[in-house]
């Protein structure tokens, strides 16, 4: 999608620190960090939120958590644990428009999750 920030950084035109890159996803260092780790995982195909994936889909989403798995794994916060979050529209405070999963690790996190 031509004004996506996410699909920018996905063809290179705007810079990212890439942490992984499959077919399908892209994931790299978030630019304000909110824990030691922060990395955002998107799917490369464009889709704003959960509520514009369809049955056609289903195969991205999957992809996401075998990369969000890998990720964990190659990075080293796989034992210690970590948190996936994934925000959807307005009261969630959505700012890109691209659906993308934050894995949040590197410290021990509260108990709620907001
Ligand atoms: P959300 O509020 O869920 O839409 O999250 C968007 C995330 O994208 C925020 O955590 C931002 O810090 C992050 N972000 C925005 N611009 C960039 C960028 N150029 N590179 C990396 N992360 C970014
Ligand atoms: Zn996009």
Redesign the pocket.
């Known amino acids: 999608m031509a004004d996506c920030?996410f699909c920018k950084?996905i063809a290179g035109e705007?810079p990212?620190t890439k942490v992984y890159e499959d077919e399908y996803c892209y994931a790299?260092?978030?630019?304000?960090p909110?824990m030691p780790v922060?990395i955002?995982v998107v799917p490369k195909k464009h889709l704003a939120n959960v509520l514009e994936c369809t049955e056609e889909d289903i195969e991205i989403a999957g992809r996401i958590q075998l990369a969000i798995a890998n990720i964990a794994r190659e990075q080293g916060f796989a034992e210690n644990g970590f948190r996936v979050?994934?925000?959807c529209g307005r009261d969630?405070?959505?700012?890109?428009?691209h659906i993308?999963y934050?894995i949040l690790a590197g410290g021990m996190m509260g108990e709620k999750i907001v």
């Not at 969630?92 to 428009?97: C, E, F, I, K, R």
């Open positions: 920030l950084i705007i990212s790299f260092k978030d630019i304000a909110q922060h955002i979050i994934n925000n969630a405070m959505q700012t890109v428009h993308h934050h």
